[in-house]
């Protein structure tokens, strides 16, 4: 099936560009980075980025290019209808992920106002966030981030989510080369970026580090949530996947590392000039995501000369951040609905509402978002097993030559890209589940089947069985209805 839509060449660079720098890249980067003294947990968050997430974008790319469907529609044309639950189960995983995204996006939204108009910077920062999670307002930011997304893709592919890409990427952008600008004009940057870029040779040794540099890789790029795919759909027949992913690989590390030099030494400067500065930065850094991001960063550029200017930089970095990514993942269900015979304007209005209303529980309940971002953040590493699957079933000397296919002598894979499907990918892979699985056992080993607790190993696993249960029971149903659709 040949889609009339499509993205010019810089189209679907802008687009993937915005897929894969999120919220992510801006502030869970440099916290764990931070963790492990910077330079030693960037060299290894690299080598990941080239032998995990890179061949996954490859092979969603080339998946998308070939089949012209949604990521539903592919499994079954690549590997039979008997596997279109799989597609579902990468469909859904990050439609799950959407439903609480617009939330965090909402938060974003709500900050950058509060700096602009409340004085946000001369606030307690506990006690805002106390007050703002309390309320309603949450609801009200959910349901705006939902209507400006689909705002964007109801536009359709040029006129909607590249021209919105067009103007958020490079925006993005200018905001982080001024931000670290003027970061590193602050005092105590230089201790900062000594601690960004000097490897800490002792940290090579701790496993865990190369975990979480995996897990980042894996996460920060998106690859493996069926996103490529989805704007691969669209692009044009003479699409290089291998040049398109190394450019998208490149953004996201030049995102990264921006938002590190933006915050670490912002950091530092917070402390300089107290004793154990250093003990003290790793205090903070190893806070959760949202008491850092909305509850330290106020604090820290309070302190800090034109705190307000800085915060206000950073808050509309992350909206324009969360936006990006949030229309890539708007699209991809409503590319499931478009496949199964809807038109756009319909599919979207269904994607939008089913977005509100399934997202209020994490609006209102932080404990159901937290549990929720547990799941199906962990659900990912799941999906990118169905990729690695697909490949390996299809053959990867037969995937590599007639779904990825000839590509310019430069940018060429050879019988290397067959060795990491068939042994690097699934080892990390296997290294990455049974890491987080066994960390989250033993942290409560009483606890661990507790099916509704909110992190624990059994709430997990209880809905990773609920949701393959039913996509393997309907799997009949959802395959007929995209194979119809196809006869008509």
Not at 25 to 30: E, G, I, M, T, V
Not at 89 to 100: G, M, Q
Not at 358 to 377: C, M, R, T
Request: aromatic share 16%; charged share 15%; proline share 3%.
């Amino acid at each position: 099936m040949q889609n009339r839509e499509s993205f010019s060449r810089w189209g679907i660079i802008f687009a993937g560009l915005g897929m894969a720098v999120g919220t992510g890249n801006l502030w869970r980067f440099p916290r764990i980075a931070s963790q492990y003294a910077g330079g030693a947990f960037m060299l290894v968050w690299i080598l990941f980025l080239l032998i995990w997430s890179m061949p996954l974008l490859i092979i969603e790319l080339s998946i998308g290019k070939k089949t012209r469907r949604g990521v539903i529609g592919s499994f079954m044309d690549m590997i039979g209808k008997n596997f279109a639950w799989m597609g579902t189960w990468i469909a859904f995983v990050t439609a799950a992920i959407t439903f609480y995204y617009t939330v965090v996006t909402g938060w974003c939204i709500k900050y950058f106002y509060a700096t602009c108009f409340q004085d946000l910077i001369h606030k307690k920062p506990d006690q805002f966030w106390q007050v703002f999670n309390s309320s309603w307002e949450p609801v009200g930011f959910h349901f705006l981030a939902i209507f400006i997304g689909c705002a964007i893709i109801f536009f359709g592919v040029a006129k909607g989510i590249e021209r919105a890409n067009k103007i958020l990427i490079p925006s993005l952008l200018i905001l982080l080369i001024i931000a670290v600008v003027r970061s590193l004009t602050l005092p105590g940057a230089i201790q900062g970026l000594n601690f960004l870029f000097f490897p800490d040779l002792a940290q090579f040794k701790d496993p865990e580090m190369w975990i979480n540099a995996l897990s980042q890789a894996a996460w920060s790029t998106g690859a493996g949530w069926g996103l490529m795919l989805t704007y691969a759909v669209y692009s044009r027949k003479r699409e290089n996947p291998v040049l398109t992913s190394a450019t998208l690989g490149f953004g996201d590390y030049v995102a990264s590392l921006m938002a590190a030099i933006v915050v670490i030494p912002a950091v530092f400067s917070f402390f300089y000039g107290q004793s154990s500065s250093h003990q003290k930065v790793l205090g903070v850094m190893q806070k959760g995501d949202v008491g850092l991001t909305f509850k330290w960063i106020p604090t820290l550029f309070a302190k800090i000369p034109s705190g307000s200017i800085f915060l206000a930089l950073f808050f509309l970095s992350l909206c324009f951040a969360a936006f990006s990514s949030l229309i890539a993942q708007l699209e991809l269900i409503s590319r499931i609905f478009m496949d199964s015979g809807l038109s756009r304007k319909k599919s979207v209005i269904i994607v939008g509402l089913s977005c509100f209303f399934l997202g209020l529980p994490s609006a209102l309940y932080i404990g159901f978002f937290h549990n929720q971002d547990w799941v199906w953040g962990m659900g990912l590493i799941v999906s990118g097993a169905f990729f690695i699957f697909l490949v390996l079933k299809t053959g990867p000397k037969k995937f590599r030559e007639e779904i990825i296919g000839p590509t310019t002598s430069r940018f060429k894979l050879g019988k290397g890209f067959d060795f990491l499907v068939k042994f690097i990918l699934p080892i990390q892979l296997i290294a990455m589940l049974g890491w987080w699985f066994w960390d989250s056992y033993s942290s409560d080993p009483k606890k661990w089947h507790q099916v509704f607790s909110q992190s624990s190993l059994g709430t997990v696993l209880f809905q990773w069985a609920v949701a393959i249960i039913v996509f393997i029971a309907f799997n009949k149903i959802i395959s007929r209805k995209l194979t119809k659709k196809d006869e008509n």
